[in-house]
């Protein structure tokens, strides 16, 4: 698998950024797709879910700030992030398993480079 996630940056407390993510080397519609978030000195943490039919789920932290969606054509899960907080600044990441709660619980052997977002005035 390959997972390519793009779209972070320097953003003021309360604005928005939109992260993609482009997975590949897998069968894109047979996974449920997730992102996690690894901030400075804490461990990676799952933030959002989205099954094969796309059904999805939040960490409570992000719930109705953030929100998940997938492109099947274009082997693509988006994270849309506003009202963002200093408390999201981390290293987001993507990553998918055919079960979602394996896929929530983020043990995998592969992580793509991730994408910085930074939220600070």
């Known amino acids: 698998v390959q997972l390519q996630a793009s779209g972070g940056g320097l953003v003021q407390p309360g604005g928005s950024l939109r992260l993609s993510c482009v997975v590949s080397?897998?069968?894109?519609?047979?996974?449920?797709v997730g992102w996690y978030r690894q901030a400075p000195g804490m461990q990676r943490e799952w933030v959002a879910g989205i099954s094969q039919g796309g059904s999805t789920k939040y960490h409570n932290s992000v719930k109705d700030r953030f929100t998940i969606s997938r492109d099947n054509a274009k082997n693509t899960v988006y994270l849309q992030m506003s009202s963002l907080k200093p408390e999201d600044t981390a290293a987001y990441y993507c990553?998918?398993?055919?079960?979602?709660?394996?896929?929530?619980?983020?043990?995998?052997?592969?992580w793509g480079q991730g994408t910085l977002v930074t939220v600070s005035s």
């Open positions: 990553n998918a398993n055919p079960n979602f709660a394996h896929m929530m619980f983020g043990r995998f052997s592969y």
């Open positions: 080397g897998i069968d894109f519609t047979d996974n449920t």
